[in-house]
């Protein structure tokens, strides 16, 4: 079983930047394929970000390309997602998500590939 805990959401306002964090309890979390997804108010969760295990492959819905970006510190269990240029409507709670992988190269962005959830962090943008 893996734990993963989100940290970093908060309120900001429209252009600024925040930065999540999830760490998760897995030392050997390079082999672990990590993604970021949120679930904006009244809405279906929906994919954000995703990397591989070695995080050298990335992939972002087209809603965020060019304005966050995912990374991860594997000898730090972590990943990260940084947003910069926010809009309100990246208002959401946003989740963190590991599935453990074979191949280090291998990434997810539908949400019933991934085995393990964060309980999630507010993120508010106002304008």
């Known amino acids: 079983q893996v734990q993963l805990v989100e940290v970093g959401g908060g309120l900001v306002q429209a252009g600024g930047s925040l930065r999540l964090s999830c760490a998760a309890s897995?030392?050997?979390?390079?082999?672990?394929?990590a993604g970021w997804f949120r679930q904006p108010p009244g809405k279906e969760r929906e994919f954000v970000a995703a990397s591989s295990g070695s995080g050298i492959r990335t992939y972002y819905a087209d809603s965020v390309k060019g304005r966050f970006t995912i990374s991860r510190d594997n000898a730090k269990n972590t990943v990260y997602l940084q947003m910069n240029s926010l809009k309100p409507e990246d208002t959401a709670v946003y989740y963190c998500a590991a599935r453990g992988v074979l191949y280090s190269g291998l990434f997810y962005q539908n949400s019933n590939d991934y085995e393990y959830w964060g309980r999630g962090t507010q993120v508010t943008v106002s304008s």
């Open positions: 897995q030392r050997t979390f390079s082999t672990f394929a």
